[in-house]
């Protein structure tokens, strides 16, 4: 296996590295698309990603890596086992090339075994072999729309389901979607646009000091790779672990009703179409404030998780810019939290059913 560039190495572009940290401390975000100029790391940041992820445990002897955990995703043939143990495996990388059709992207039924032998006989694809891992896309803009739509829709639902005449196969499919294009070679239309959660515009960093450093760090790692990881190693190790922790406490972050109404009014001030741009700012919200430690959303999150939802979903004008800068977000979170109600302090959904299960307890 060649070395990997270290995630921690790589110079600049804070935006897009924490758009891909978000995703890996809660994969349920729904992916992220970087857009940009060739050379400026889109797909040296999604490959060294995929090594800061913890191991996975796994069904022993599962092809697609079930989840011995969670009973309720495994696929057709894990249900039938009598018995299950389970093993760690590396987090999958899979890069999916352009040219991927159907069948290779959802795998295939051998009907002709099934109705001669009565055997289900299932060949797994890429879907299986990203199953808990990233599955990375570059040129994602030059893929077969109907793939990506293949695609999208197995990252929402977390699930493969293969049928054909009259049989069926399913195995789950949750994986970190990483998809990079170049703008100049063609957009995505803007229903798949809108189906990647955050969206980053990268493009190459004018600092002089800046080019420098990566001008050295890529010569040293070229001359010696693994030396090279060998001293990023701690800082790499650091990373990992932290988001290791903030997977674990995600699940306890909490927001309020008025953290709803902010990120609510804050996307229909900026005309955003559609519903899923505020599920996401709460699902990255809430990503950033486990990754910082903490167990309750701010108005710092919401900015930060809005900054990345909103570039490919505000609606603009030939001349208009989409760009909405961090301090412009977090100035008007802070006016409409401002301008809040009484009635806005509510507990949130979420919060009540805590609440209640607090009160039933002795």
């Known amino acids: 296996m060649p070395t990997i560039y270290p995630f921690t190495a790589i110079v600049g572009q804070e935006r897009m590295k924490r758009a891909l940290i ?20 889109k797909s040296t940041a999604a490959r060294a990603l995929a090594e800061l992820l913890p191991r996975v445990k796994v069904i022993k002897g599962c092809r697609f890596g079930c989840d011995p955990d969670r009973p309720a995703t495994w696929c057709t043939e894990c249900r039938q086992r009598e018995s299950i143990e389970f093993e760690y495996r590396p987090t999958p990388f899979v890069n999916l090339p352009v040219s991927a059709t159907e069948d290779r992207v959802v795998g295939t039924l051998d009907i002709e075994k099934a109705i001669q032998k009565g055997e289900r006989h299932f060949e797994p694809g890429v879907l299986a072999a990203a199953n808990r891992g990233l599955l990375y896309i570059d040129e994602v803009n030059l893929l077969d729309d109907h793939v990506v739509d293949l695609l999208l829709d197995s990252a929402a639902m977390g699930m493969n389901i293969v049928e054909r005449e009259g049989i069926s196969f399913s195995h789950p499919a949750r994986f970190i979607l990483v998809g990079t294009m170049n703008p100049e070679e063609g957009d995505l239309r803007p229903q798949l646009l809108d189906r990647f959660a955050l969206s980053v515009d990268i493009h190459g960093i004018r600092s002089p000091q800046e080019r420098v450093f990566i001008m050295e760090r890529n010569l040293a790692f070229e001359a010696d790779p693994e030396g090279f990881r060998q001293q990023w190693l701690p800082k790499e190790q650091e990373l990992s672990r932290r988001i290791e922790r903030a997977r674990e406490l995600v699940a306890q972050v909490k927001y309020s009703r008025r953290d709803l109404l902010s990120i609510a009014a804050l996307s229909a001030s900026l005309n955003v179409d559609g519903h899923r741009a505020d599920l996401v700012i709460l699902k990255a919200a809430r990503a950033h404030a486990a990754y910082e430690g903490r167990t309750q959303i701010n108005e710092r999150d919401i900015a930060l998780a809005a900054e990345l939802a909103y570039p490919h979903r505000i609606k603009r004008g030939p001349f208009d810019q989409a760009d909405v800068s961090f301090e412009e977000l977090q100035e008007r979170i802070e006016q409409l939290q401002g301008a809040s109600t009484p009635m806005d302090e509510e507990q949130s959904p979420a919060e009540e059913t805590a609440s209640v299960e607090e009160k039933k307890k002795p």
């Open 22 to 41: 978000l995703n890996a401390v809660y994969p349920q975000i729904g992916g992220v698309l970087i857009r940009g100029e060739r050379g400026t790391a």
